[in-house]
Structures are given as structure tokens and as C-alpha cells.
């Protein structure tokens, strides 16, 4: 049973980055290749994870039960999943934490999966410095996601002088704020360039040992 212990920066206050991460949808439109069912009001959120293998695609369906502490900033997840042919089975349980680090928020990822089928073996070997890669790109995705999330500040516009001449035509009205931008969904996962991005990752630890 492979554990993880991994921690990354978001550069976004905590402030602005817990409603995101205590928000399913949002979570998910942070996974690349993750998509969310709709609620059905049972506690158990169930989705999908699709990873393209060169010309083939493959679908991961699962279901996890989040649990939020809003006052500490931490959600503890209990989760299960399997591939969509049936042949490779996941179970995992851990928990997240946010903390402010500065102007930034600080996200620690603490838990435990177990994979049984074909996948086991890869998920034994090499599950971790996915899971650190796929944790990267999670933080970059909702850093742009608070970024998209917080309104600009308005530009201070000085009054207009009263007109002198009661006929004087009025000014035009200011044109209508923009339409909010629709939601963003996360760049599809490729199987190639995540195991790549793992790759470095165990090269990063293994030569971190070394002058350990």
C-alpha cells in the first residue's frame, strides 16, 4: 500500500484559495482530464478521469466521500475507482490541509492507495511520482482558477463637473460589464507527458537522497 506525503505552493491567498478547494466542482475542473457528476444529494461525489494513450483513450470511473473542517482547512477524502474495461481496481483514504504561507497557501496531501489488477504493479513502482506530478499541475490549475475568480479592481473615474447648461445634452451611460467567462475545465491528461513530468520527479528525489 503505497503512502503520500506531498505538500506544493499555490500563489494565491488562503482566503481565496479554501472556498475553491472546499468546492468539488472547482477541485475537479482542476484535474486535467477529470469530470464530476452531478450531485445527488447522497455525500458521495462519483466522476471520471480520462488519459489518452497515444491514439487510445481510457476512462477511470470512481466515487469519493469528501469530509470538510472548514475551521482548520482540511478535507479528508475516502475514495474508490476502476477502469472502465473493469480489470484494475483503486481504493485510497488521505486527507488535504491549507495553510497561508505569506501571500500564498501552502496544500499538504497525507494518505494511502492500494491498486489490484494489471495497473498494480505500475502503481506500486512508480503511483507515487504520479500522484507528485498530477499534484503539480493541480496547484498551477487552481492558481489560474483564483486568479480567473478574483474581480479586477474598478478604475477610479474622477465626477464629471456639473453642466453649466441645463439643455446640455447628457452623457452617455458607461457600456454594460463584460459577461462572466465560462467555466474552465482542465487540459486534457496525457499519459505520455505525465509519466514524463513523474520521471523528473523520481530523478528529483532519487539525486535528493543521494546528497542527503
Known sequence: MPDIT????IPAPLGAVWPLLSDPGA???????????????????RGAI???FGPTIAVFKGEATLTFDHEAHRCTVEGRGIDG?????????GEAVAT?????TRLAVKGSFTVTGPLETFANAGGVHVARALLAEFAANMAAL???RTPAEAP??????????????AEAAPPPP????????AAELSASGLLWRAFLSWLRGLFGKGNA
Open 178 to 185: 463584460a459577461p462572466p467567462a465560462p467555466p474552465r475545465v
Open 146 to 148: 483564483v486568479a480567473e
Open 100 to 104: 497561508a504561507e505569506g501571500e500564498a
Open 85 to 93: 474495461r473493469g480489470a484494475s481496481r483503486a481504493l485510497s483514504s
Open 50 to 52: 480520462k488519459v489518452k
Open 27 to 45: 477541485v475537479a475542473s482542476c484535474i486535467p482530464g477529470a469530470t464530476l457528476a452531478p450531485d445527488t444529494g447522497d455525500g458521495v461525489w
Open 156 to 169: 477610479v473615474v474622477a465626477p464629471a463637473p456639473a453642466a453649466a447648461n441645463a439643455d446640455a445634452p
Open 6 to 9: 506531498e505538500s506544493t505552493l
